[in-house]
């Protein structure tokens, strides 16, 4: 069993940035491959980024592509969205998931992961 929980939303200009930040408790985080989804008020949980196991690999909605990155700190049990050129699009709650079967890989839709955090808001407005 895996506990994730976000943190690091708020409210931030266009343009601004953000870090976003999961961690995750459990003895088996290290070999999950994670990754981050939001969800606008009326609108379907989208993929935002995934990050296998190792870190080495990445992969990005076209949406985010150039403007967020995805890392993992699997020493501490973390992994992180770092969020610049932010538009008012990208308003939603961000979660961190994590799926806990082995390979690496990556999904892109919700129901391919296993676990979840409760969510961190993200408001971009002037």
């Known amino acids: 069993q895996v506990q994730l929980r976000e943190s690091g939303g708020g409210l931030v200009q266009p343009g601004g940035s953000l870090r976003l930040s999961c961690v995750a408790s459990?003895?088996?985080?290290?070999?999950?491959?994670m990754g981050w989804f939001r969800q606008a008020p009326g609108k379907e949980r989208e993929f935002v980024a995934a990050?296998?196991?190792?870190?080495?690999?990445?992969y990005y909605s076209d949406s985010v592509k150039g403007r967020f990155t995805i890392s993992r700190d699997n020493a501490k049990n973390m992994v992180y969205l770092q969020m610049t050129s932010l538009k008012p699009d990208d308003t939603a709650v961000y979660y961190c998931?994590?799926?806990?079967?082995?390979?690496?890989?990556?999904?892109?839709?919700?129901?391919?992961?296993?676990?979840w955090g409760q969510g961190t808001q993200v408001t971009v407005s002037s």
């Open positions: 459990g003895r088996f985080f290290t070999t999950y491959n």
């Open positions: 990050i296998v196991w190792t870190g080495g690999i990445t």
């Open positions: 998931a994590a799926d806990r079967r082995e390979g690496t890989y990556y999904h892109t839709t919700p129901g391919e992961y296993n676990y």
